[in-house]
C-alpha cells in the first residue's frame, strides 16, 4: 500500500488512545512509487510528531521509515531499534496518568 494512503487519523487513535488500545509508539513503513505519497506522508508525520509533543506524549514515539517490499532485513532492524527507543522512553505518559486515576 502507498504510504500516503495512510490516515492520520489511525495514528492520531492509536496512540493518544493508547491508554484504552495499548498503544506506546507508531511505526508508519512502507513506500510509495510515486513522490507524491512520500511527500505527503513526510509532512503529514511532521505535523503529526508536534502534535503529539504539544499533547505531552512525545513525538520522537511516532516514527517514519521508508521500507520497500523486499527489504525484510531493514523492517526487522528498524522495529528492533523502535523498540527499544520506546522501551528507553517507558510507558506513554498518558498511560502514566490512567494508572494514577
Same mark, same amino acid.
Given at each position: 500500500?502507498?504510504? &500516503?494512503?495512510?490516515? @492520520? %487519523?489511525? #495514528? !492520531?487513535? &492509536?496512540? @493518544? /488512545? *493508547?491508554?484504552?488500545? &495499548?498503544?506506546?509508539?507508531?511505526?508508519?513503513? *512502507?513506500?510509495? %512509487?510515486?513522490?507524491? &505519497?512520500?511527500?505527503?506522508? +513526510?509532512?503529514?508525520? +511532521?505535523?503529526?510528531? /508536534?502534535?503529539?509533543?504539544? !499533547? =505531552?506524549?512525545?513525538?520522537?514515539?511516532?516514527?517514519? /521509515?521508508? #521500507?520497500?517490499?523486499?527489504?525484510? *532485513?531493514?523492517?526487522?532492524?528498524?522495529?528492533?531499534?523502535?523498540?527499544? %527507543?520506546?522501551? *528507553?522512553?517507558? @510507558?506513554?505518559?498518558?498511560?502514566? /496518568?490512567?494508572?494514577? =486515576?
Amino acid at each position: 500500500m502507498c504510504s &500516503g494512503r495512510v490516515s @492520520p %487519523h489511525f #495514528i !492520531m487513535e &492509536g496512540i @493518544p /488512545e *493508547g491508554r484504552r488500545r &495499548g498503544a506506546d509508539r507508531c511505526l508508519s513503513s *512502507g513506500e510509495c %512509487h510515486y513522490s507524491k &505519497g512520500n511527500y505527503l506522508t +513526510a509532512k503529514r508525520v +511532521a505535523v503529526l510528531k /508536534e502534535m503529539l509533543a504539544f !499533547m =505531552g506524549i512525545g513525538g520522537e514515539r511516532l516514527r517514519l /521509515e521508508y #521500507i520497500a517490499t523486499s527489504e525484510s *532485513g531493514k523492517l526487522s532492524q528498524v522495529f528492533t531499534s523502535f523498540t527499544e %527507543h520506546v522501551r *528507553g522512553l517507558g @510507558p506513554s505518559p498518558l498511560k502514566r /496518568e490512567a494508572a494514577r =486515576g
